[in-house]
T-cell receptor, first 115, second 113 residues
Framework: AQTVTQSQPEMSVQEAETVTLSCTYD???????LFWYKQPPSRQMILVIR??????QNATENRFSVNFQKAAKSFSLKISDSQLGDAAMYFC????????????FGTGTSLTVIP | EAGVAQSPRYKIIEKRQSVAFWCNPI?????LYWYQQILGQGPKLLIQ????????DSQLPKDRFSAERLKGVDSTLKIQPAKLEDSAVYLC???????????FGPGTRLTVL
């Protein structure tokens, strides 16, 4: 089974600064999807950004971008110009493209934004 | 477009009691997931449906947990009897079959006393 590892249980960043959250995964598949989800305290989990493994270009969504290194099986999230509203748990997720399209989540990184 | 609906939002029960959660996915989403999220941890998949068929229930404690999606739309997850360690947030999510991300509901926070 695929595994997703987030090695940083907690991170902090100064408001307006940049922070990078790490994620690595283990798979034998060549085609898959990767996601970063954000879960604010006591609020709903929402999608931040997604990356298709067959695309070499790194995905970007406004202040959020990823560094996808397929050979290294690494998928880090960069948040630029951090805002107070970015404070949340961030989960990295892997989606298989085989039968069933299973999702696998990491254990999460708690991001604190310091005013 | 309406999101994933879940009810109830909160539930407090005593151990050995039964409880049921309901989920209505986004219209047209064939795939439905139930997750258990213990405080401070990532979501753990309990069961995944494709329409009304089970795709993966390998981590569902089948001696006490059951789930159904009879008409391939909404779904119920039941715990009978509950244990203290079942205290968690139960998340429902849905996705279009074969592609894309999951959309999550607000979750049901279960406390077992």
């Amino acid at each position: 089974a695929q595994t997703v590892t987030q090695s940083q249980p907690e991170m902090s960043v100064q408001e307006a600064e940049t922070v990078t959250l790490s994620c690595t995964y283990d798979t034998s598949e060549s085609d898959y999807y990767l996601f970063w989800y954000k879960q604010p305290p006591s609020r709903q989990m929402i999608l931040v950004i997604r990356q298709e493994a067959y695309k070499q270009q790194n995905a970007t969504e406004n202040r959020f971008s990823v560094n996808f290194q397929k050979a290294a099986k690494s998928f880090s999230l960069k948040i630029s110009d951090s805002q107070l509203g970015d404070a949340a748990m961030y989960f990295c997720a892997y989606r298989s493209t085989n039968t069933g399209n299973q999702f696998y989540f990491g254990t999460g990184t708690s991001l604190t934004v310091i005013p | 477009e309406a999101g994933v609906a879940q009810s109830p939002r909160y539930k407090i029960i005593e151990k050995r009691q039964s409880v049921a959660f309901w989920c209505n996915p986004i219209s047209g989403h064939a795939t439905l997931y139930w997750y258990q999220q213990i405080l401070g941890q990532g979501p753990k998949l309990l069961i995944q449906f494709q329409n009304n068929g089970v795709v993966d229930d390998s981590q569902l404690p089948k001696d006490r947990f059951s789930a159904e999606r009879l008409k391939g739309v909404d779904s119920t997850l039941k715990i009978q009897p509950a244990k203290l360690e079942d205290s968690a947030v139960y998340l429902c999510a849905s996705s279009l079959a074969g592609i894309g991300e999951q959309f999550f509901g607000p979750g049901t926070r279960l406390t077992v006393l």
